[in-house]
Nanobody, 123 residues
Framework: QVQLVESGGGLVQAGGSLRLSCAAS????????MGWFRQAPGKERKFVAT????????YYADSVKGRFTISRDNAKNTVYLQMNSLKPEDTAVYYC????????????????WGQGTQVTVSS
């Protein structure tokens, strides 16, 4: 079983930055590829970024490419999402997720989810 806890969300002005963290309670964190997804009110959950178990492979949604960076520290059982140049359209609940296979941009491929953290970007 994997438990995921996100933190670092909050209110920020457009153009600002936030760093989200996701701490995993699991014996071998490096067995899991990790992903970040987001869900705005009334909309479906969408892919943001994913990272392989080693951190050597990363993929991003076009909407965040060049602004967001996903990374992980396997020694700390933590995955991060550095968000720069934030826009009002980035406002959403951000979720981290884990899966035992490789990276994926599809939420249905992830077995474990955190409870989410709210990110609000004001204009």
């Amino acid at each position: 079983q994997v438990q995921l806890v996100e933190s670092g969300g909050g209110l920020v002005q457009a153009g600002g930055s936030l760093r989200l963290s996701c701490a995993a309670s699991v014996r071998t964190f490096s067995n899991y590829a990790m992903g970040w997804f987001r869900q705005a009110p009334g909309k479906e959950r969408k892919f943001v970024a994913t990272i392989s178990w080693s951190g050597s492979s990363t993929y991003y949604a076009d909407s965040v490419k060049g602004r967001f960076t996903i990374s992980r520290d396997n020694a700390k059982n933590t995955v991060y999402l550095q968000m720069n140049s934030l826009k009002p359209e980035d406002t959403a609940v951000y979720y981290c997720a884990a899966r035992t296979s490789g990276t994926s941009g599809y939420p249905e491929n992830y077995q474990y989810w955190g409870q989410g953290t709210q990110v609000t970007v004001s204009s």
